[in-house]
């Protein structure tokens, strides 16, 4: 069954702290993946897609990598307003856009 | 840049009732989705359309139904609502059946 997970389901970083959240994947046949930030009572915004193992994308203080196994979304410096939950998604199913998502990681940049 | 639209943004029902959520995509995005959001839950796949067919379905309970107008706006409508239904529902779109898919602000729906 395909699946997607990420960790930690929380994780709190003072501003200028440097992390990492991780989405671990088992799909057959990995047709893309994504990430997305969310904030409360707000749709999902799309922040990258990943199609093969060894790339990367960046967008300001945000970088997204993927392997075989795992996509890892680096966060350079954070700042109080990147505070959200970051959701990774993956294309699944036999259609062509299924997308199943993990659980999410809550991310709080304290001042 | 216009973003998808999805009417009403609140709505309230009662057990048993019907309810209608709409949604109107990005302009030139023809394939269109909807997902289910409980309360700190991850957004579920439940239904899609592409070019006004259905494309793929998810967890979409029976008593839900959908479709995709000519222009390329979409219904989702929803009987004998039951508290379990309350839940954001989103809609989102893209211009092709694969890359990233854009979502909307949600509709809020409220089962009591």
């Known amino acids: 069954e395909d699946q997607v997970t990420q960790s930690p389901e929380a994780l709190r970083l003072q501003e200028g702290e440097s992390s990492s959240l991780n989405c671990s994947y088992t799909?057959?046949?990995?047709?893309?993946l994504f990430w997305y930030r969310q904030d409360p009572g707000k749709g999902p915004e799309f922040l990258f897609t990943?199609?093969?193992a060894g790339e990367e994308k960046e967008k300001e203080r945000l970088k997204a990598t993927l392997t075989k196994k795992e996509s890892f979304l680096h966060i350079t410096a954070p700042k109080p307003e990147d505070s959200a939950t970051y959701l990774c998604?993956?294309?699944?199913?036999?259609?062509?856009?299924?997308?199943?998502f993990g659980k999410g990681t809550m991310l709080l940049v304290s001042p | 840049a216009a973003g998808v639209i999805q009417s009403p943004r609140h709505l309230i029902k009662e057990k048993r009732e019907t309810a209608t959520l709409k949604c109107y995509p990005i302009?030139?995005?023809?394939?269109v989705y909807w997902y289910q959001q409980g309360p700190g839950q991850d957004p579920q796949f439940l239904i899609s359309?592409?070019?006004?067919?259905?494309?793929d379905k998810g967890s979409i309970p029976d008593r839900f139904s959908a479709q995709q107008f000519s222009d390329y706006h979409s219904e989702l409508n929803m009987s004998s609502l039951e508290l379990g239904d309350s839940a954001l529902y989103f809609c989102?779109?893209?211009?092709?059946?694969?890359?990233?898919?854009?979502f909307g602000p949600g509709t809020r729906l409220t089962v009591l």
């Open positions: 998604a993956a294309i699944t199913g036999p259609g062509y856009s299924t997308l199943t």
């Open positions: 799909v057959s046949g990995l047709r893309g």
């Open positions: 990943l199609y093969s």
């Open positions: 302009p030139r995005h023809d394939t």
């Open positions: 359309f592409y070019e006004k067919m259905q494309s």
């Open positions: 989102a779109s893209n211009p092709t059946p694969w890359g990233e898919q854009f």
